[in-house]
């Protein structure tokens, strides 16, 4: 059973920054795909983007493509998400997911594990 817990978040001024951070136990992360996902209130959860297993190509939604970068620390089992550049659009609950396979998927049904989320809000 993995779990993972998120940190980072909080309140920033729009074209600020905020580094989220995921831990995983209970299986390594460079053995499972990694997602980053976001919802907003009334809206459905969207994928933000993702890192496989095997060489960690990391994959980023179109929304917010050149302002956010997914990365890992497999000797720290931590997933990041660096966001710059924030804009208000980007206020949502971000949470952080794994599925059990080295394969990454863009939809949220395909993973198996998911963290509590955490609150990032962008002031204009």
């Known amino acids: 059973q993995v779990q993972l817990v998120e940190s980072g978040g909080g309140l920033v001024q729009a074209g600020g920054s905020l580094r989220l951070s995921c831990v995983a136990s209970g299986g390594a992360i460079s053995t499972v795909a990694m997602g980053w996902f976001r919802q907003a209130p009334g809206k459905e959860r969207a994928f933000v983007g993702n890192?496989?297993?095997?060489?960690?190509?990391?994959n980023i939604a179109d929304s917010v493509k050149g302002r956010f970068t997914v990365s890992r620390d497999s000797a720290k089992n931590t997933v990041y998400l660096q966001m710059d550049n924030l804009k208000p659009d980007d206020t949502a609950v971000y949470y952080c997911a794994a599925r059990r396979s080295s394969n990454t998927r863009q939809s949220p049904t395909a993973y198996d594990y998911w963290g509590q989320g955490t609150q990032v809000t962008v002031s204009s």
């Open positions: 890192i496989g297993a095997s060489r960690g190509t990391a």
